[in-house]
């Protein structure tokens, strides 16, 4: 019997015949009967909701790897995205502009904290992240500081996977491999509260491991370009969270040291961490701020670099002396992304989004409260709408499980056939949904991770 062109299995097979997928292992795709891990081809989406090619519906509990903000297919966004595709698609962004381009960097301006009034586009976060470190390096080669080459960030840190991003990440996972094609950067501690003194506050966390940093940065400022931290959440470091008073220290060592403060709040953005960018939460201003993901609300990459107008001043000169900051992508400032984040914005400007998030972070917190009692999780966290669960194999050590055993997985593939993405970190169990979810939504989402959990911590 010919399988429809357009059944799960039908589409798989045709996948897996040419493609090769993103932090994957295709050999788990490939495999028969039990341990197999499925490839679901989405043909739709509605608000929270995927549905494949067979009907089956999924709530998508990591907003498509944290960019869906409004929900999938949300009629303003694409109707915004239809008008600008029928008048201009994309133009050179060299010697060529414009108005939505103009429109978004206006706008960027006006809501992000102080003092960053230059809007620098590229194609997605990493990008973004290598735009902010190049500038960094290059402002201070004109500024006639050219022994400024090093950057610190954070251990535990993710910045992206091209070369410039990972050099200043430190997750194993993505980083060991590739060692030894990258920077080496100064590795200071992070402030993870998780990783705290036994009996220590998560601001009593900070303010020793900002003596750190400062040990570090007496040491080495002389030779650093910037410190790029992730704020409040080290997302794809396990979802690590830290306490805002980290970033206020933080701000006050780069001033009197002599180093810029990178924000790379591209995951953290827009609304994720209960305020619209979690730097707002320390009343700290960046010198450069990295944005994407849930900047278009989920539909187009795009991402954008802020920094200051004395960082630009520093590019700015005649052509002659040979200042100008060149990087560039064939789709910088493209017409329809940066209309769609246009329309993103317009949202959180016409409708109480964060009121309601707030709503519902509380709810979120309410439901993984008795969490905190299971013999195999040894924390339960959230920043805002940003929550997770640390699976341990012993909680009274926080021993955790061995990595070739693969509990997460074992939630994932729970959700799934609940009719829930939940894809964890490692063993670390997260929520991270878009914005138009409901309460009864962040029920199913929570009980099929306490049910996916059980059945995962069984040997």
């Not at 994957?24 to 989405?42: C, N």
């Not at 070369?163 to 993870?192: E, H, I, N």
Request: proline content about 5%; hydrophobic content about 45%.
């Amino acid at each position: 019997m010919t399988l429809s062109a357009s059944t799960n299995a039908a589409l798989a097979a045709r996948d897996l015949k040419h493609l090769w997928h993103p932090c994957t292992q295709m050999h788990d795709h490939d495999l028969a009967g039990q341990g197999s891990v499925p490839m679901i081809p989405i043909v739709r989406g509605e608000g929270a909701w995927l549905i494949d090619a067979d009907g089956h519906r999924y709530l998508d509990g990591i907003s498509s790897w944290w960019t869906n903000l409004f929900g999938h297919a949300n009629p303003r966004i694409a109707a915004a995205l239809a008008a600008q595709a029928t008048t201009l698609e994309h133009v050179i962004f060299a010697g060529f502009t414009h108005e939505p381009a103009i429109e978004l960097a206006e706008e960027l301006v006006r809501i992000t904290p102080p003092g960053l009034d230059r809007v620098f586009y590229a194609d997605n976060g990493s990008a973004a992240i290598e735009v902010a470190l190049k500038m960094s390096f290059h402002y201070w080669l004109n500024q006639g500081h050219g022994e400024k080459t090093r950057f610190i960030a954070l251990t535990g840190s993710y910045h992206g996977e091209t070369l410039g991003a990972l050099s200043v990440s430190d997750v194993a996972l993505y980083r060991k491999t590739y060692a030894p094609l990258l920077l080496t950067p100064f590795l200071a501690p992070s402030p993870d509260a998780y990783e705290g003194a036994l009996g220590e506050s998560s601001a009593q966390t900070a303010t020793r491991r900002l003596g750190e940093m400062r040990a570090l940065l007496e040491r080495h400022a002389h030779e650093t370009c910037a410190v790029i931290v992730e704020p409040l959440v080290q997302c794809a470091g396990g979802m690590r969270m830290y306490h805002p008073s980290y970033l206020a220290g933080l701000r006050a060592l780069c001033d009197e040291f002599a180093v810029h403060f990178i924000a790379d709040e591209i995951a953290v953005g827009f609304g994720r961490t209960g305020s619209l960018f979690a730097c707002e939460q320390a009343g700290v201003s960046p010198d450069f701020m990295c944005l994407s993901k849930g900047l278009t609300g989920g539909f187009l990459p795009l991402s954008a670099v802020l920094t200051s107008g004395q960082v630009y001043e520093a590019f700015y000169a005649e052509y002659s002396a040979g200042k100008a900051f060149l990087h560039s992508h064939s789709y910088t400032g493209n017409p329809l992304a940066c209309r769609v984040a246009l329309e993103t914005l317009k949202i959180f400007r016409d409708e109480p989004v964060l009121e309601r998030n707030l709503q519902l972070a509380a709810h979120l917190a309410r439901r993984l409260h008795p969490l905190r009692a299971h013999p195999h999780v040894a924390d339960v966290r959230q920043t805002g709408m940003i929550a997770a669960i640390e699976l341990v194999a012993d909680k009274r050590c926080r021993r955790p499980f061995p990595v070739a055993e693969r509990r997460g997985l074992r939630v994932y593939l729970h959700g799934l056939q609940q009719g829930a993405l939940l894809r964890p970190l490692g063993d670390v169990v997260y929520f991270m949904p878009p914005y138009v979810v409901s309460e009864a939504e962040i029920d199913l989402l929570v009980d099929t991770a306490i049910a996916g959990i059980e059945r995962a911590v069984v040997d």
